[in-house]
């Protein structure tokens, strides 16, 4: 059984930063991806940043030049370093994981940490 279980998340002022880890375990056949999500309230999901298992890194643009996706692949272990953060920042953050096995690819999902930046 895959279980992902993030930590980081917390109360912090406009312009702090935060760092957010996820701590993958179980057996994972083949990692393809780990990602950050995050949901507001009232809003839909949305990715924040996506890391490849080759290293190749895609964020959105809200998060771009502030945010760092990065893996500790000894550890399938993502984090994510969040600076300059805004108010509009605050949401449950969930990360992901893709794996690829021999039947087709799956996705994990942990359960989420809160982050709330206040202005």
């Known amino acids: 059984q895959v279980q992902l279980v993030e930590s980081g998340g917390g109360l912090v002022q406009a312009g702090g930063s935060l760092r957010l880890s996820c701590a993958a375990s179980?057996?994972?056949?083949?990692?393809?991806?780990m990602q950050w999500y995050r949901q507001a309230p009232g809003k839909q999901r949305e990715l924040v940043a996506h890391?490849?298992?080759?290293?190749?890194?895609t964020y959105a643009g809200s998060v771009k030049g502030r945010f760092t996706i990065s893996t500790d692949n000894a550890k399938n272990t993502v984090y994510l370093q969040m600076n300059s953060l805004k108010p509009e920042d605050t949401a449950v953050y969930y990360c992901?994981?893709?794996?690829?096995?021999?039947?087709?690819?799956?996705?994990?999902w942990g359960q989420g940490t809160q982050v709330t930046v206040s202005s």
């Open positions: 992901s994981v893709l794996s690829t096995t021999p039947v087709g690819s799956v996705g994990y």
């Open positions: 179980g057996s994972i056949y083949s990692i393809v991806a």
């Open positions: 890391i490849t298992s080759g290293g190749t890194t």
